[in-house]
Nanobody, 122 residues
Framework: QVQLVESGGGLVQPGGSLRLSCAAS????????MGWYRQAPGKERELVAT???????NYADSVKGRFTISRDNAKNTVYLQLNSLKPEDTAVYYC????????????????WGQGTLVTVSP
């Protein structure tokens, strides 16, 4: 009933930038917190950044000052601007959203996207 679709990943050189987008679609009534997580090869999935419906943000220490999360509530979309990228930022990036959707009744869903690969390499 609800889908999250990420886009914007790719190959970039160290020091470069990328912008990830994640659009939610379906019978959405409202979206609470949204966020980005990442999983590097051989590692656990980790939090990158979150944003509340009111715009309050939280970042992992490793990305503070380099990454910026934002959202467009009218478009049910969350963005992640990645600047000053480092090889250690290489990972599959997943978006996450706390969604309330309606199909005759209201349901709560912790939704995940399929992931988009970011590779930082010379």
């Amino acid at each position: 009933q609800v889908q999250l679709v990420e886009s914007g990943g790719g190959l970039v050189q160290p020091g470069g930038s990328l912008r990830l987008s994640c659009a939610a679609s379906g019978n959405i009534f409202s979206i609470n917190g949204m966020g980005w997580y990442r999983q590097a090869p051989g590692k656990e999935r980790e939090l990158v950044a979150t944003i509340t419906s009111g715009g309050s943000t939280n970042y992992a220490d490793s990305v503070k000052g380099r990454f910026t999360i934002s959202r467009d509530n009218a478009k049910n979309t969350v963005y992640l601007q990645l600047n000053s990228l480092k090889p250690e930022d290489t990972a599959v990036y997943y978006c996450n959203a706390g969604v309330i959707y309606y199909t005759g009744l209201y349901y709560s869903l912790d939704a995940w996207g399929q992931g988009t690969l970011v590779t930082v390499s010379p």
